[in-house]
Nanobody, 126 residues
Framework: VQLQASGGGLVQTGGSLRLSCVVS????????IAWFRQVPGEERKAVSC????????YFADTVKGRFTISSDNAMKTVYLQMNGLKLEDTAVYYC????????????????????WGQGTQVTVSS
């Protein structure tokens, strides 16, 4: 199983980035994918989640209305489109997979996720 996260970079406030998480080794239709972010000294927090299994989604209050999550099932990829980026969005972003998408819940602990990708740095500058 491999999750390959990419798309991070340096962007000015108000700008946009699209993160990608390419999944291999899992039955894509059955899974849920979450994006977490972490800044040094803080715990990793869920930003957005998409259950490929049933289409349910979750967005943290801090990103509602600015971030969207989508998937390309043929490419086994989940995207996090981030618009209107703010300084406080600066973090390392990780994608994580729940092998059984029916277990997805917006309040699921990060410890419940089965697989993790490497992080991708997002830096928002003023």
């Amino acid at each position: 199983v491999q999750l390959q996260a990419s798309g991070g970079g340096l962007v000015q406030t108000g700008g946009s980035l699209r993160l990608s998480c390419v999944v291999s080794g899992l039955t894509f239709d059955d899974i849920a994918i979450a994006w977490f972010r972490q800044v040094p000294g803080e715990e990793r927090k869920a930003v957005s989640c998409l259950s490929i299994y049933d289409g349910s989604t979750y967005f943290a209050d801090t990103v509602k209305g600015r971030f969207t999550i989508s998937s390309d099932n043929a490419m086994k990829t989940v995207y996090l489109q981030m618009n209107g980026l703010k300084l406080e969005d600066t973090a390392v972003y990780y994608c994580a997979a729940l092998e059984d998408g029916f277990r997805f819940s917006p309040h699921l602990s990060l410890l419940e996720y089965d697989f993790w990708g490497q992080g991708t740095q997002v830096t928002v500058s003023s």
